[in-house]
């Protein structure tokens, strides 16, 4: 089972005049960055929703939005500071016989000063809003990493898909490198003999020159590396778990050998071959990019 980078979770929970939801969703990244949007009354849960979601998210770039809702009646209550309504008090008088004015102090105006009256919250229950918050969490992360697990079905699919293309294309080059070598003693041997007429040709130099060549044109190496690569890469997908990384640097193993197959290439036919791999492996990297 492999998964995609790419998903999207949702979850509510409304328990106790209380109601959370937990939204999330994601992009492809190299590592796990993750970025919570929530009320700045839950911020102290930051550290415990990073830990409950290593649980289920390895890579990735992931935006979580967190939103809460409290029904309780009896959830604020509101604050006199008697002492800071005295000092407002005072100065006021004072300001009054200051510059002749009327003492028209009325408790309207002297209560609409700051913190006169404030409203504060009752205490809450740290450990049961952590429990209604954390089933949240667990709810849209479960069906985030549901999201993922279907997408990352389709990216095996596809990429076993353009391996098996791929190595038709190698099967061709296999098959057709030993005729080029072939088809080059042909053309030197009819070269030589119109060069030298009547003249005996030199089996041994024209041997050599045929090594030489084979030498300089042969993939076998490059052929059984990329095949070998191909395999491990489907043997990879089919063992499933978070192998983003390892086929990303298979990709690039594929990639530096189907290079060297092209600068090798004496032949049209395998130049076009090897050029289409090429076009094939980066499709696959782009694809593995998406693999957590």
């Known amino acids: 089972m492999i998964k995609s980078m790419t998903g999207f979770g949702r979850c509510e929970v409304a328990e106790s005049n209380r109601k959370f939801t937990v939204e999330m969703k994601s992009v492809n990244h190299r590592y796990l960055d993750v970025n919570i949007k929530m009320p700045k009354k ?13 649980n289920y998210i390895s890579r990735g770039k992931v935006d979580i939005f967190i939103s809460y809702e409290d029904f309780s009646e009896n959830n604020s209550s509101v604050r006199y500071n008697k002492e800071l309504a005295e000092e407002y008090l005072k100065y006021l008088r004072q300001m009054a016989q200051d510059f002749g004015l009327d003492d028209d102090i009325r408790v309207s105006t002297l209560s609409k000063y700051p913190e006169v009256f404030t409203m504060e919250e009752q205490n809450i229950d740290e450990e049961e809003l952590w429990k209604e918050l954390q089933k949240a969490v667990q709810g849209a992360s479960e069906m985030f990493v549901q999201t993922r697990i279907v997408e990352g079905e389709h ?17 061709f080059i296999t098959e057709r490198s030993p005729k ?21 040709i030199d089996e041994g130099r024209l041997l050599t020159e045929v090594t030489i060549f084979a030498d300089k044109v ?75």
């Not at 102290?44 to 290593?54: N, P, T």
């Not at 298979?250 to 530096?256: D, F």
Request: net charge negative; hydrophobic share 40%; with cysteine.
């Open 42 to 54: 839950l911020n102290f849960f930051e550290s415990a929703i990073r830990s409950e979601l290593k």
């Open 155 to 171: 990216l095996r699919n596809d990429l076993i898909d353009k391996l098996d293309g791929m190595s038709k294309l190698v099967d």
């Open 180 to 200: 080029i070598i072939a088809e080059y003693k042909e053309k030197l041997e009819e070269k030589v003999r119109d060069l030298l007429a009547d003249t005996a």
């Open 218 to 292: 042969c993939v076998d190496e490059e052929l059984v590396r990329l095949r070998s690569h191909i395999e491990t890469t489907k043997s990879t997908l089919q063992a499933g778990g978070s192998i983003g990384r390892k086929l990303d640097f298979i990709a690039q193993e594929m990639n530096r050998e189907a290079n060297t197959i092209l600068s090798k290439a004496n032949d049209l036919e395998i130049s076009n071959c090897a050029i289409e791999l090429k076009t094939e492996i980066e499709k696959v990297r782009e694809q593995i990019q998406n693999i957590e």
